[in-house]
């Protein structure tokens, strides 16, 4: 029973963690339309933002966000306005332009490979970090510290984003744009600008979510692939474009992860996820928490 | 020098050509109606002069700035503002959130407690269904949303594109009776409609837009008397 609960438990914190990866996919999806390919760089982007930070500085992990979360939206902002941009100009009429998906898959090869030019293909990970390797024990149940912060930081993240945009002028803006760009346009509303800023948030999550994980995962080149193909399920599951959507389709797959292999070989609970995401495109692609419609 | 002046525009979609070297002009405080069947080119004028599409020959001026290649966004701050046609709300946001978006430009954005004032003033309604989700509301009701995000945006042209499409015949006098206020207010109004009798009743002058081109012009009057009009639009 004790380890039910366990597995439980640290299901929902790891999943909440993959939920936080795959944030940044669906508010950029929820906005642009594009299925960011690049997603998993981003997230590597982050990683290395955030090793580096913590590994010169010498601080906490989290501490490291006052710098991450600015870089990265930065980085975001940037990179969806000076390379992708002015290929969803030139495809203005699309609703959904494929042009721009080669693009994100150009930036995510790009990414990767700059990363192994500069960095090299080790795996580093932060030695002496006070989060590293931190349990909490119940009775006999072991609750890893790290991921019990990094379950906080999807919520808050999730729950920040979802205020900003309910609450905010800008929030008010991006919501606009992504439920009809032309009608957003003829408010005044700036839709490439709004383009920069939603990419911007949405690479900011992706460094968040890099804050949570170097205090326990390894950092190398292609670390991004691993969490991409699983973001992708999770944000289908959840339904493109939600936010809540995209922490409970995590949680989802970090339940079946956890507490699959005690009932069954591991790899079956591969199978079960892959299922899963079969059976939802099948029978309700909006996803278990998606709206039929955008936002 | 016209308020907004159209001139000798050529629209395409692609490699499909729209609209046939195109002038019209409307002078400011005054009402103009586009009337012309499905297809004839008015919501392509329209979304011309918002800037969704750009001419590829000729000119579109408004208060003597040259406005052909501007973005929507820019068009807005100048005054130019377009109800579109099938409404287009933000069907998964709020009346009022809609009506808020609806007042985004530099013009509008100091003023947008008292639009939303003005706004309820005129469409009472709206005002009991503020924190409805605007996909919730009757067909009526959107389009109340739809003018009253336009009225938001402070225009000093406001262009409106079927207003009455799909909604009952008194909803639709209803209407009408609305964009007359706003025109009596002060605001120069250029309505595109099917409803010919109702819109040229309303208006000053009227273009008539067939196969993207302009096929005949004239006051509201002599529209209304005109024997192909009568036949062709009327029904009479
Ligand atoms: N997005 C589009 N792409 C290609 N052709 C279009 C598009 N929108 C409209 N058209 C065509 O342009 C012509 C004029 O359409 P439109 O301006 O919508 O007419 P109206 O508003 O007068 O009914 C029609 O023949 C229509 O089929
Ligand atoms: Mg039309």
Same mark, same amino acid.
């Given at each position: 029973m004790n380890?039910?609960i366990?597995?439980l438990?640290n299901?929902?914190?790891?999943?909440? #963690?993959?939920?936080l990866?795959?944030l940044?996919?669906? *508010?950029i999806?929820? @906005?642009?339309?594009?299925?960011?390919f690049?997603?998993?760089?981003?997230?590597?982007?982050g990683?290395y933002?955030?090793?580096w930070a913590v590994?010169?500085?010498?601080?906490?992990p989290?501490?490291?966000?006052? @710098?991450?979360?600015?870089?990265?939206?930065l980085?975001?902002?940037?990179?969806?306005d000076?390379?992708?941009?002015?290929?969803?100009?030139?495809e203005?009429e699309?609703?959904?332009?494929?042009?721009?998906i080669?693009v994100?898959?150009?930036v995510?090869?790009i990414? !990767?490979?700059?990363?192994?030019?500069v960095?090299g293909?080790?795996?580093?990970?932060i030695?002496d970090?006070?989060?590293r390797g931190?349990?909490?024990?119940?009775?006999?149940?072991?609750i890893?510290v790290?991921?019990l912060?990094?379950?906080f930081?999807?919520?808050i993240t999730?729950?920040?984003?979802y205020?900003?945009?309910q609450?905010t002028?800008?929030?008010?803006?991006?919501?606009?744009?992504s439920l009809d760009?032309?009608a957003?346009?003829l408010m005044g509303i700036?839709?490439?600008?709004?383009?920069?800023i939603?990419f911007? #948030?949405g690479?900011a999550?992706a460094? *968040?979510?890099g804050?949570?994980l170097?205090?326990?995962?390894?950092?190398?080149p292609?670390?991004g @692939?691993?969490f !991409? #193909?699983?973001?992708?399920i999770?944000v289908v599951?959840?339904?493109?474009g939600?936010i809540?959507g995209?922490?409970?389709?995590?949680?989802?797959?970090?339940?079946?992860?956890? @507490?699959?292999?005690?009932f069954?070989a591991a790899?079956?609970?591969?199978?079960i996820?892959?299922?899963?995401?079969?059976?939802?495109l099948?029978v309700?692609?909006?996803g278990l928490?998606?709206?039929r419609y955008?936002w | 020098?016209a308020?907004?002046?159209?001139?000798?525009?050529?629209?395409y979609?692609?490699?499909?050509q729209?609209i046939?070297d195109?002038s019209l002009?409307?002078?400011?405080?005054e009402?103009?109606?586009?009337?012309?069947?499905?297809?004839?080119?008015?919501s392509?004028l329209?979304?011309?002069?918002?800037?969704?599409?750009?001419?590829s020959r000729?000119?579109?001026?408004f208060?003597?700035?040259?406005i052909?290649a501007?973005?929507?966004?820019?068009?807005?701050e100048?005054?130019?503002?377009q109800?579109?046609?099938?409404?287009?709300l933000?069907?998964?946001?709020?009346?009022?959130d809609?009506?808020?978006v609806?007042?985004?430009?530099?013009?509008?954005?100091?003023?947008?407690?008292?639009?939303?004032d003005?706004v309820y003033?005129?469409?009472?309604?709206?005002s009991?269904?503020e924190?409805?989700?605007?996909?919730t509301?009757?067909?009526?009701?959107q389009?109340m949303?739809a003018?009253?995000r336009?009225?938001?945006?402070?225009?000093?042209l406001?262009?409106?594109d079927?207003?009455?499409?799909?909604?009952?015949?008194?909803?639709?006098?209803?209407?009408f009776?609305?964009?007359r206020?706003?025109a009596?207010?002060?605001?120069?109004?250029?309505?595109v409609e099917?409803?010919?009798?109702h819109?040229?009743s309303l208006?000053?002058?009227?273009y008539?837009?067939?196969?993207?081109?302009?096929?005949m012009?004239?006051?509201?009057?002599?529209?209304?008397?005109?024997?192909?009009?009568?036949?062709?639009?009327?029904g009479?």
């Amino acid at each position: 029973m004790n380890y039910i609960i366990e597995g439980l438990i640290n299901g929902i914190l790891m999943g909440s #963690i993959y939920g936080l990866t795959a944030l940044g996919l669906t *508010i950029i999806f929820g @906005v642009l339309k594009v299925i960011n390919f690049a997603h998993g760089s981003l997230l590597m982007v982050g990683m290395y933002v955030a090793y580096w930070a913590v590994s010169l500085s010498g601080l906490h992990p989290y501490l490291t966000l006052v @710098v991450v979360v600015p870089v990265m939206y930065l980085f975001g902002y940037y990179l969806q306005d000076i390379v992708i941009k002015p290929i969803f100009k030139a495809e203005r009429e699309v609703r959904e332009p494929i042009t721009v998906i080669i693009v994100t898959t150009g930036v995510w090869y790009i990414l !990767d490979n700059l990363t192994l030019l500069v960095f090299g293909p080790q795996y580093r990970s932060i030695q002496d970090n006070p989060l590293r390797g931190k349990m909490l024990e119940f009775g006999e149940m072991l609750i890893s510290v790290p991921k019990l912060w990094g379950f906080f930081a999807a919520i808050i993240t999730a729950g920040s984003v979802y205020w900003f945009l309910q609450k905010t002028r800008t929030g008010r803006a991006i919501r606009a744009t992504s439920l009809d760009r032309d009608a957003a346009s003829l408010m005044g509303i700036k839709q490439y600008r709004v383009y920069n800023i939603a990419f911007g #948030i949405g690479t900011a999550t992706a460094g *968040i979510a890099g804050v949570t994980l170097v205090p326990f995962y390894n950092v190398f080149p292609t670390v991004g @692939v691993l969490f !991409d #193909i699983k973001g992708f399920i999770i944000v289908v599951l959840g339904g493109l474009g939600s936010i809540g959507g995209a922490i409970l389709g995590g949680i989802i797959i970090g339940l079946i992860e956890s @507490v699959g292999p005690q009932f069954m070989a591991a790899t079956w609970t591969e199978a079960i996820v892959y299922g899963l995401f079969l059976l939802v495109l099948f029978v309700k692609p909006s996803g278990l928490f998606g709206v039929r419609y955008d936002w | 020098m016209a308020f907004l002046e159209v001139k000798n525009i050529d629209v395409y979609y692609g490699d499909v050509q729209v609209i046939f070297d195109l002038s019209l002009h409307v002078e400011e405080g005054e009402v103009v109606s586009i009337i012309g069947g499905n297809g004839a080119g008015k919501s392509t004028l329209l979304k011309t002069i918002s800037g969704l599409l750009h001419p590829s020959r000729g000119e579109v001026s408004f208060e003597g700035n040259a406005i052909q290649a501007a973005s929507p966004d820019k068009i807005v701050e100048y005054g130019i503002v377009q109800v579109p046609e099938g409404r287009r709300l933000f069907t998964l946001m709020t009346v009022k959130d809609n009506l808020v978006v609806g007042g985004y430009n530099s013009r509008a954005s100091q003023h947008v407690d008292k639009m939303i004032d003005e706004v309820y003033t005129l469409f009472p309604r709206l005002s009991e269904r503020e924190s409805q989700l605007a996909m919730t509301l009757s067909g009526g009701e959107q389009q109340m949303v739809a003018i009253g995000r336009g009225i938001m945006a402070r225009p000093k042209l406001l262009m409106l594109d079927e207003p009455s499409l799909g909604l009952a015949p008194l909803l639709i006098k209803n209407i009408f009776e609305t964009v007359r206020k706003i025109a009596d207010q002060g605001t120069t109004v250029l309505l595109v409609e099917q409803d010919v009798k109702h819109s040229l009743s309303l208006s000053d002058r009227g273009y008539v837009l067939e196969h993207g081109r302009v096929a005949m012009e004239g006051t509201a009057k002599t529209l209304l008397d005109d024997p192909h009009i009568k036949t062709a639009y009327l029904g009479l």
